[in-house]
């Protein structure tokens, strides 16, 4: 222990402390500081006798004010049930043509769409709803089954191919080569006059001869022109949108051995008002009829 005396490097005093030659300078906490200290001291208890803080062994210590947040919460929610009540009770009358044009219903279909789709659809269709291979984009024009709201609604509750719903959308193509029903060489001239209906490079020899295959195993579902059918849910093969890939080996391979998409039936697990938001939600994306 030293004498106090000032620091030689800054001028302040020290506190007389010294450990393996260093000093300790004295520089004590400015009075504001120590001041808001003491409040901050002072305001903690108060708050813990006032809200509930401290933790007991099931419970928290209630506080002289009785406050609980969940209640709070609770609370809030309740006031917004109430206030959507009105809302809600529309989509229970209204037909999906009737909300579109009412403002106030249709802007509050998109909102509770978006969060439904979030919640039940992205992880197939994503975050976007742009789809991937063998999941449809939502924002394009090519719909399998219709675009329109009401198209949309029915894909909704009954779902594509889904074995529990009775209604559920079904459509199959035939497996044209794996169960033998057209030649390797036919596959192959079909193949290129489907390259052809969607404009891309082909083969046109094999094409003209792809023609006549097409027109006997094809038009019925796709149609002469490739436009497809939405009434059959058979795709449109004439633009650059494809499900599975229309590259020629993927085109190919779908005529080969077709792959089949399931989608559920929404009707199993949401009311019939969530289901009506998300059609509107889906179809307000762009891409719908």
Request: a negative charge; hydrophobic letters at 35%.
């Amino acid at each position: 222990m030293s004498d106090d005396k000032k620091d030689d490097v800054t001028g302040v005093d020290t506190t007389g402390h010294e450990w393996d030659g260093i000093r300790e300078l004295n520089n004590p906490l400015p009075r504001w500081w120590l001041y808001s200290f003491y409040a901050t001291i002072i305001w903690a208890i108060g708050y813990c006798i006032a809200y509930p803080a401290i933790p007991l062994i099931e419970s928290a210590t209630p506080g002289l004010l009785g406050y609980s947040s969940r209640a709070a919460l609770e609370d809030d929610m309740n006031l917004a049930r109430e206030r959507q009540q009105d809302v809600m009770r529309n989509f229970t009358t209204m037909s999906l043509k009737q909300i579109r044009e009412d403002p106030t219903t249709f802007e509050f279909a998109r909102s509770g769409g978006r969060a439904a789709f979030l919640v039940n659809c992205v992880q197939c269709h994503g975050s976007g709803a742009a789809g991937s291979p063998g999941y449809p984009n939502l924002n394009d024009d090519d719909w399998l089954w219709g675009g329109k709201p009401e198209d949309i609604l029915t894909t909704l509750r009954h779902g594509i191919r889904y074995d529990r719903d009775d209604d559920t959308r079904y459509s199959l193509m035939p497996a044209f080569g794996k169960d033998g029903l057209l030649e390797r060489e036919q596959i192959a001239q079909v193949t290129q006059h489907v390259l052809a209906l969607s404009g891309q490079e082909h083969d046109a020899e094999a094409a003209a001869a792809g023609a006549e295959v097409y027109a006997e195993n094809c038009a019925a579902c796709h149609g002469e022109q490739g436009k497809g059918d939405p009434a059959q849910g058979a795709p449109n093969i004439s633009d650059p949108l494809w499900l599975y890939g229309g590259t020629e080996a993927e085109i190919r391979q779908q005529i080969h051995a077709p792959r089949h998409g399931v989608m559920p039936a929404w009707d199993f697990r949401l009311n019939d008002a969530t289901l009506k938001q998300l059609a509107i939600y889906v179809h307000s994306l762009g891409g719908g009829e």
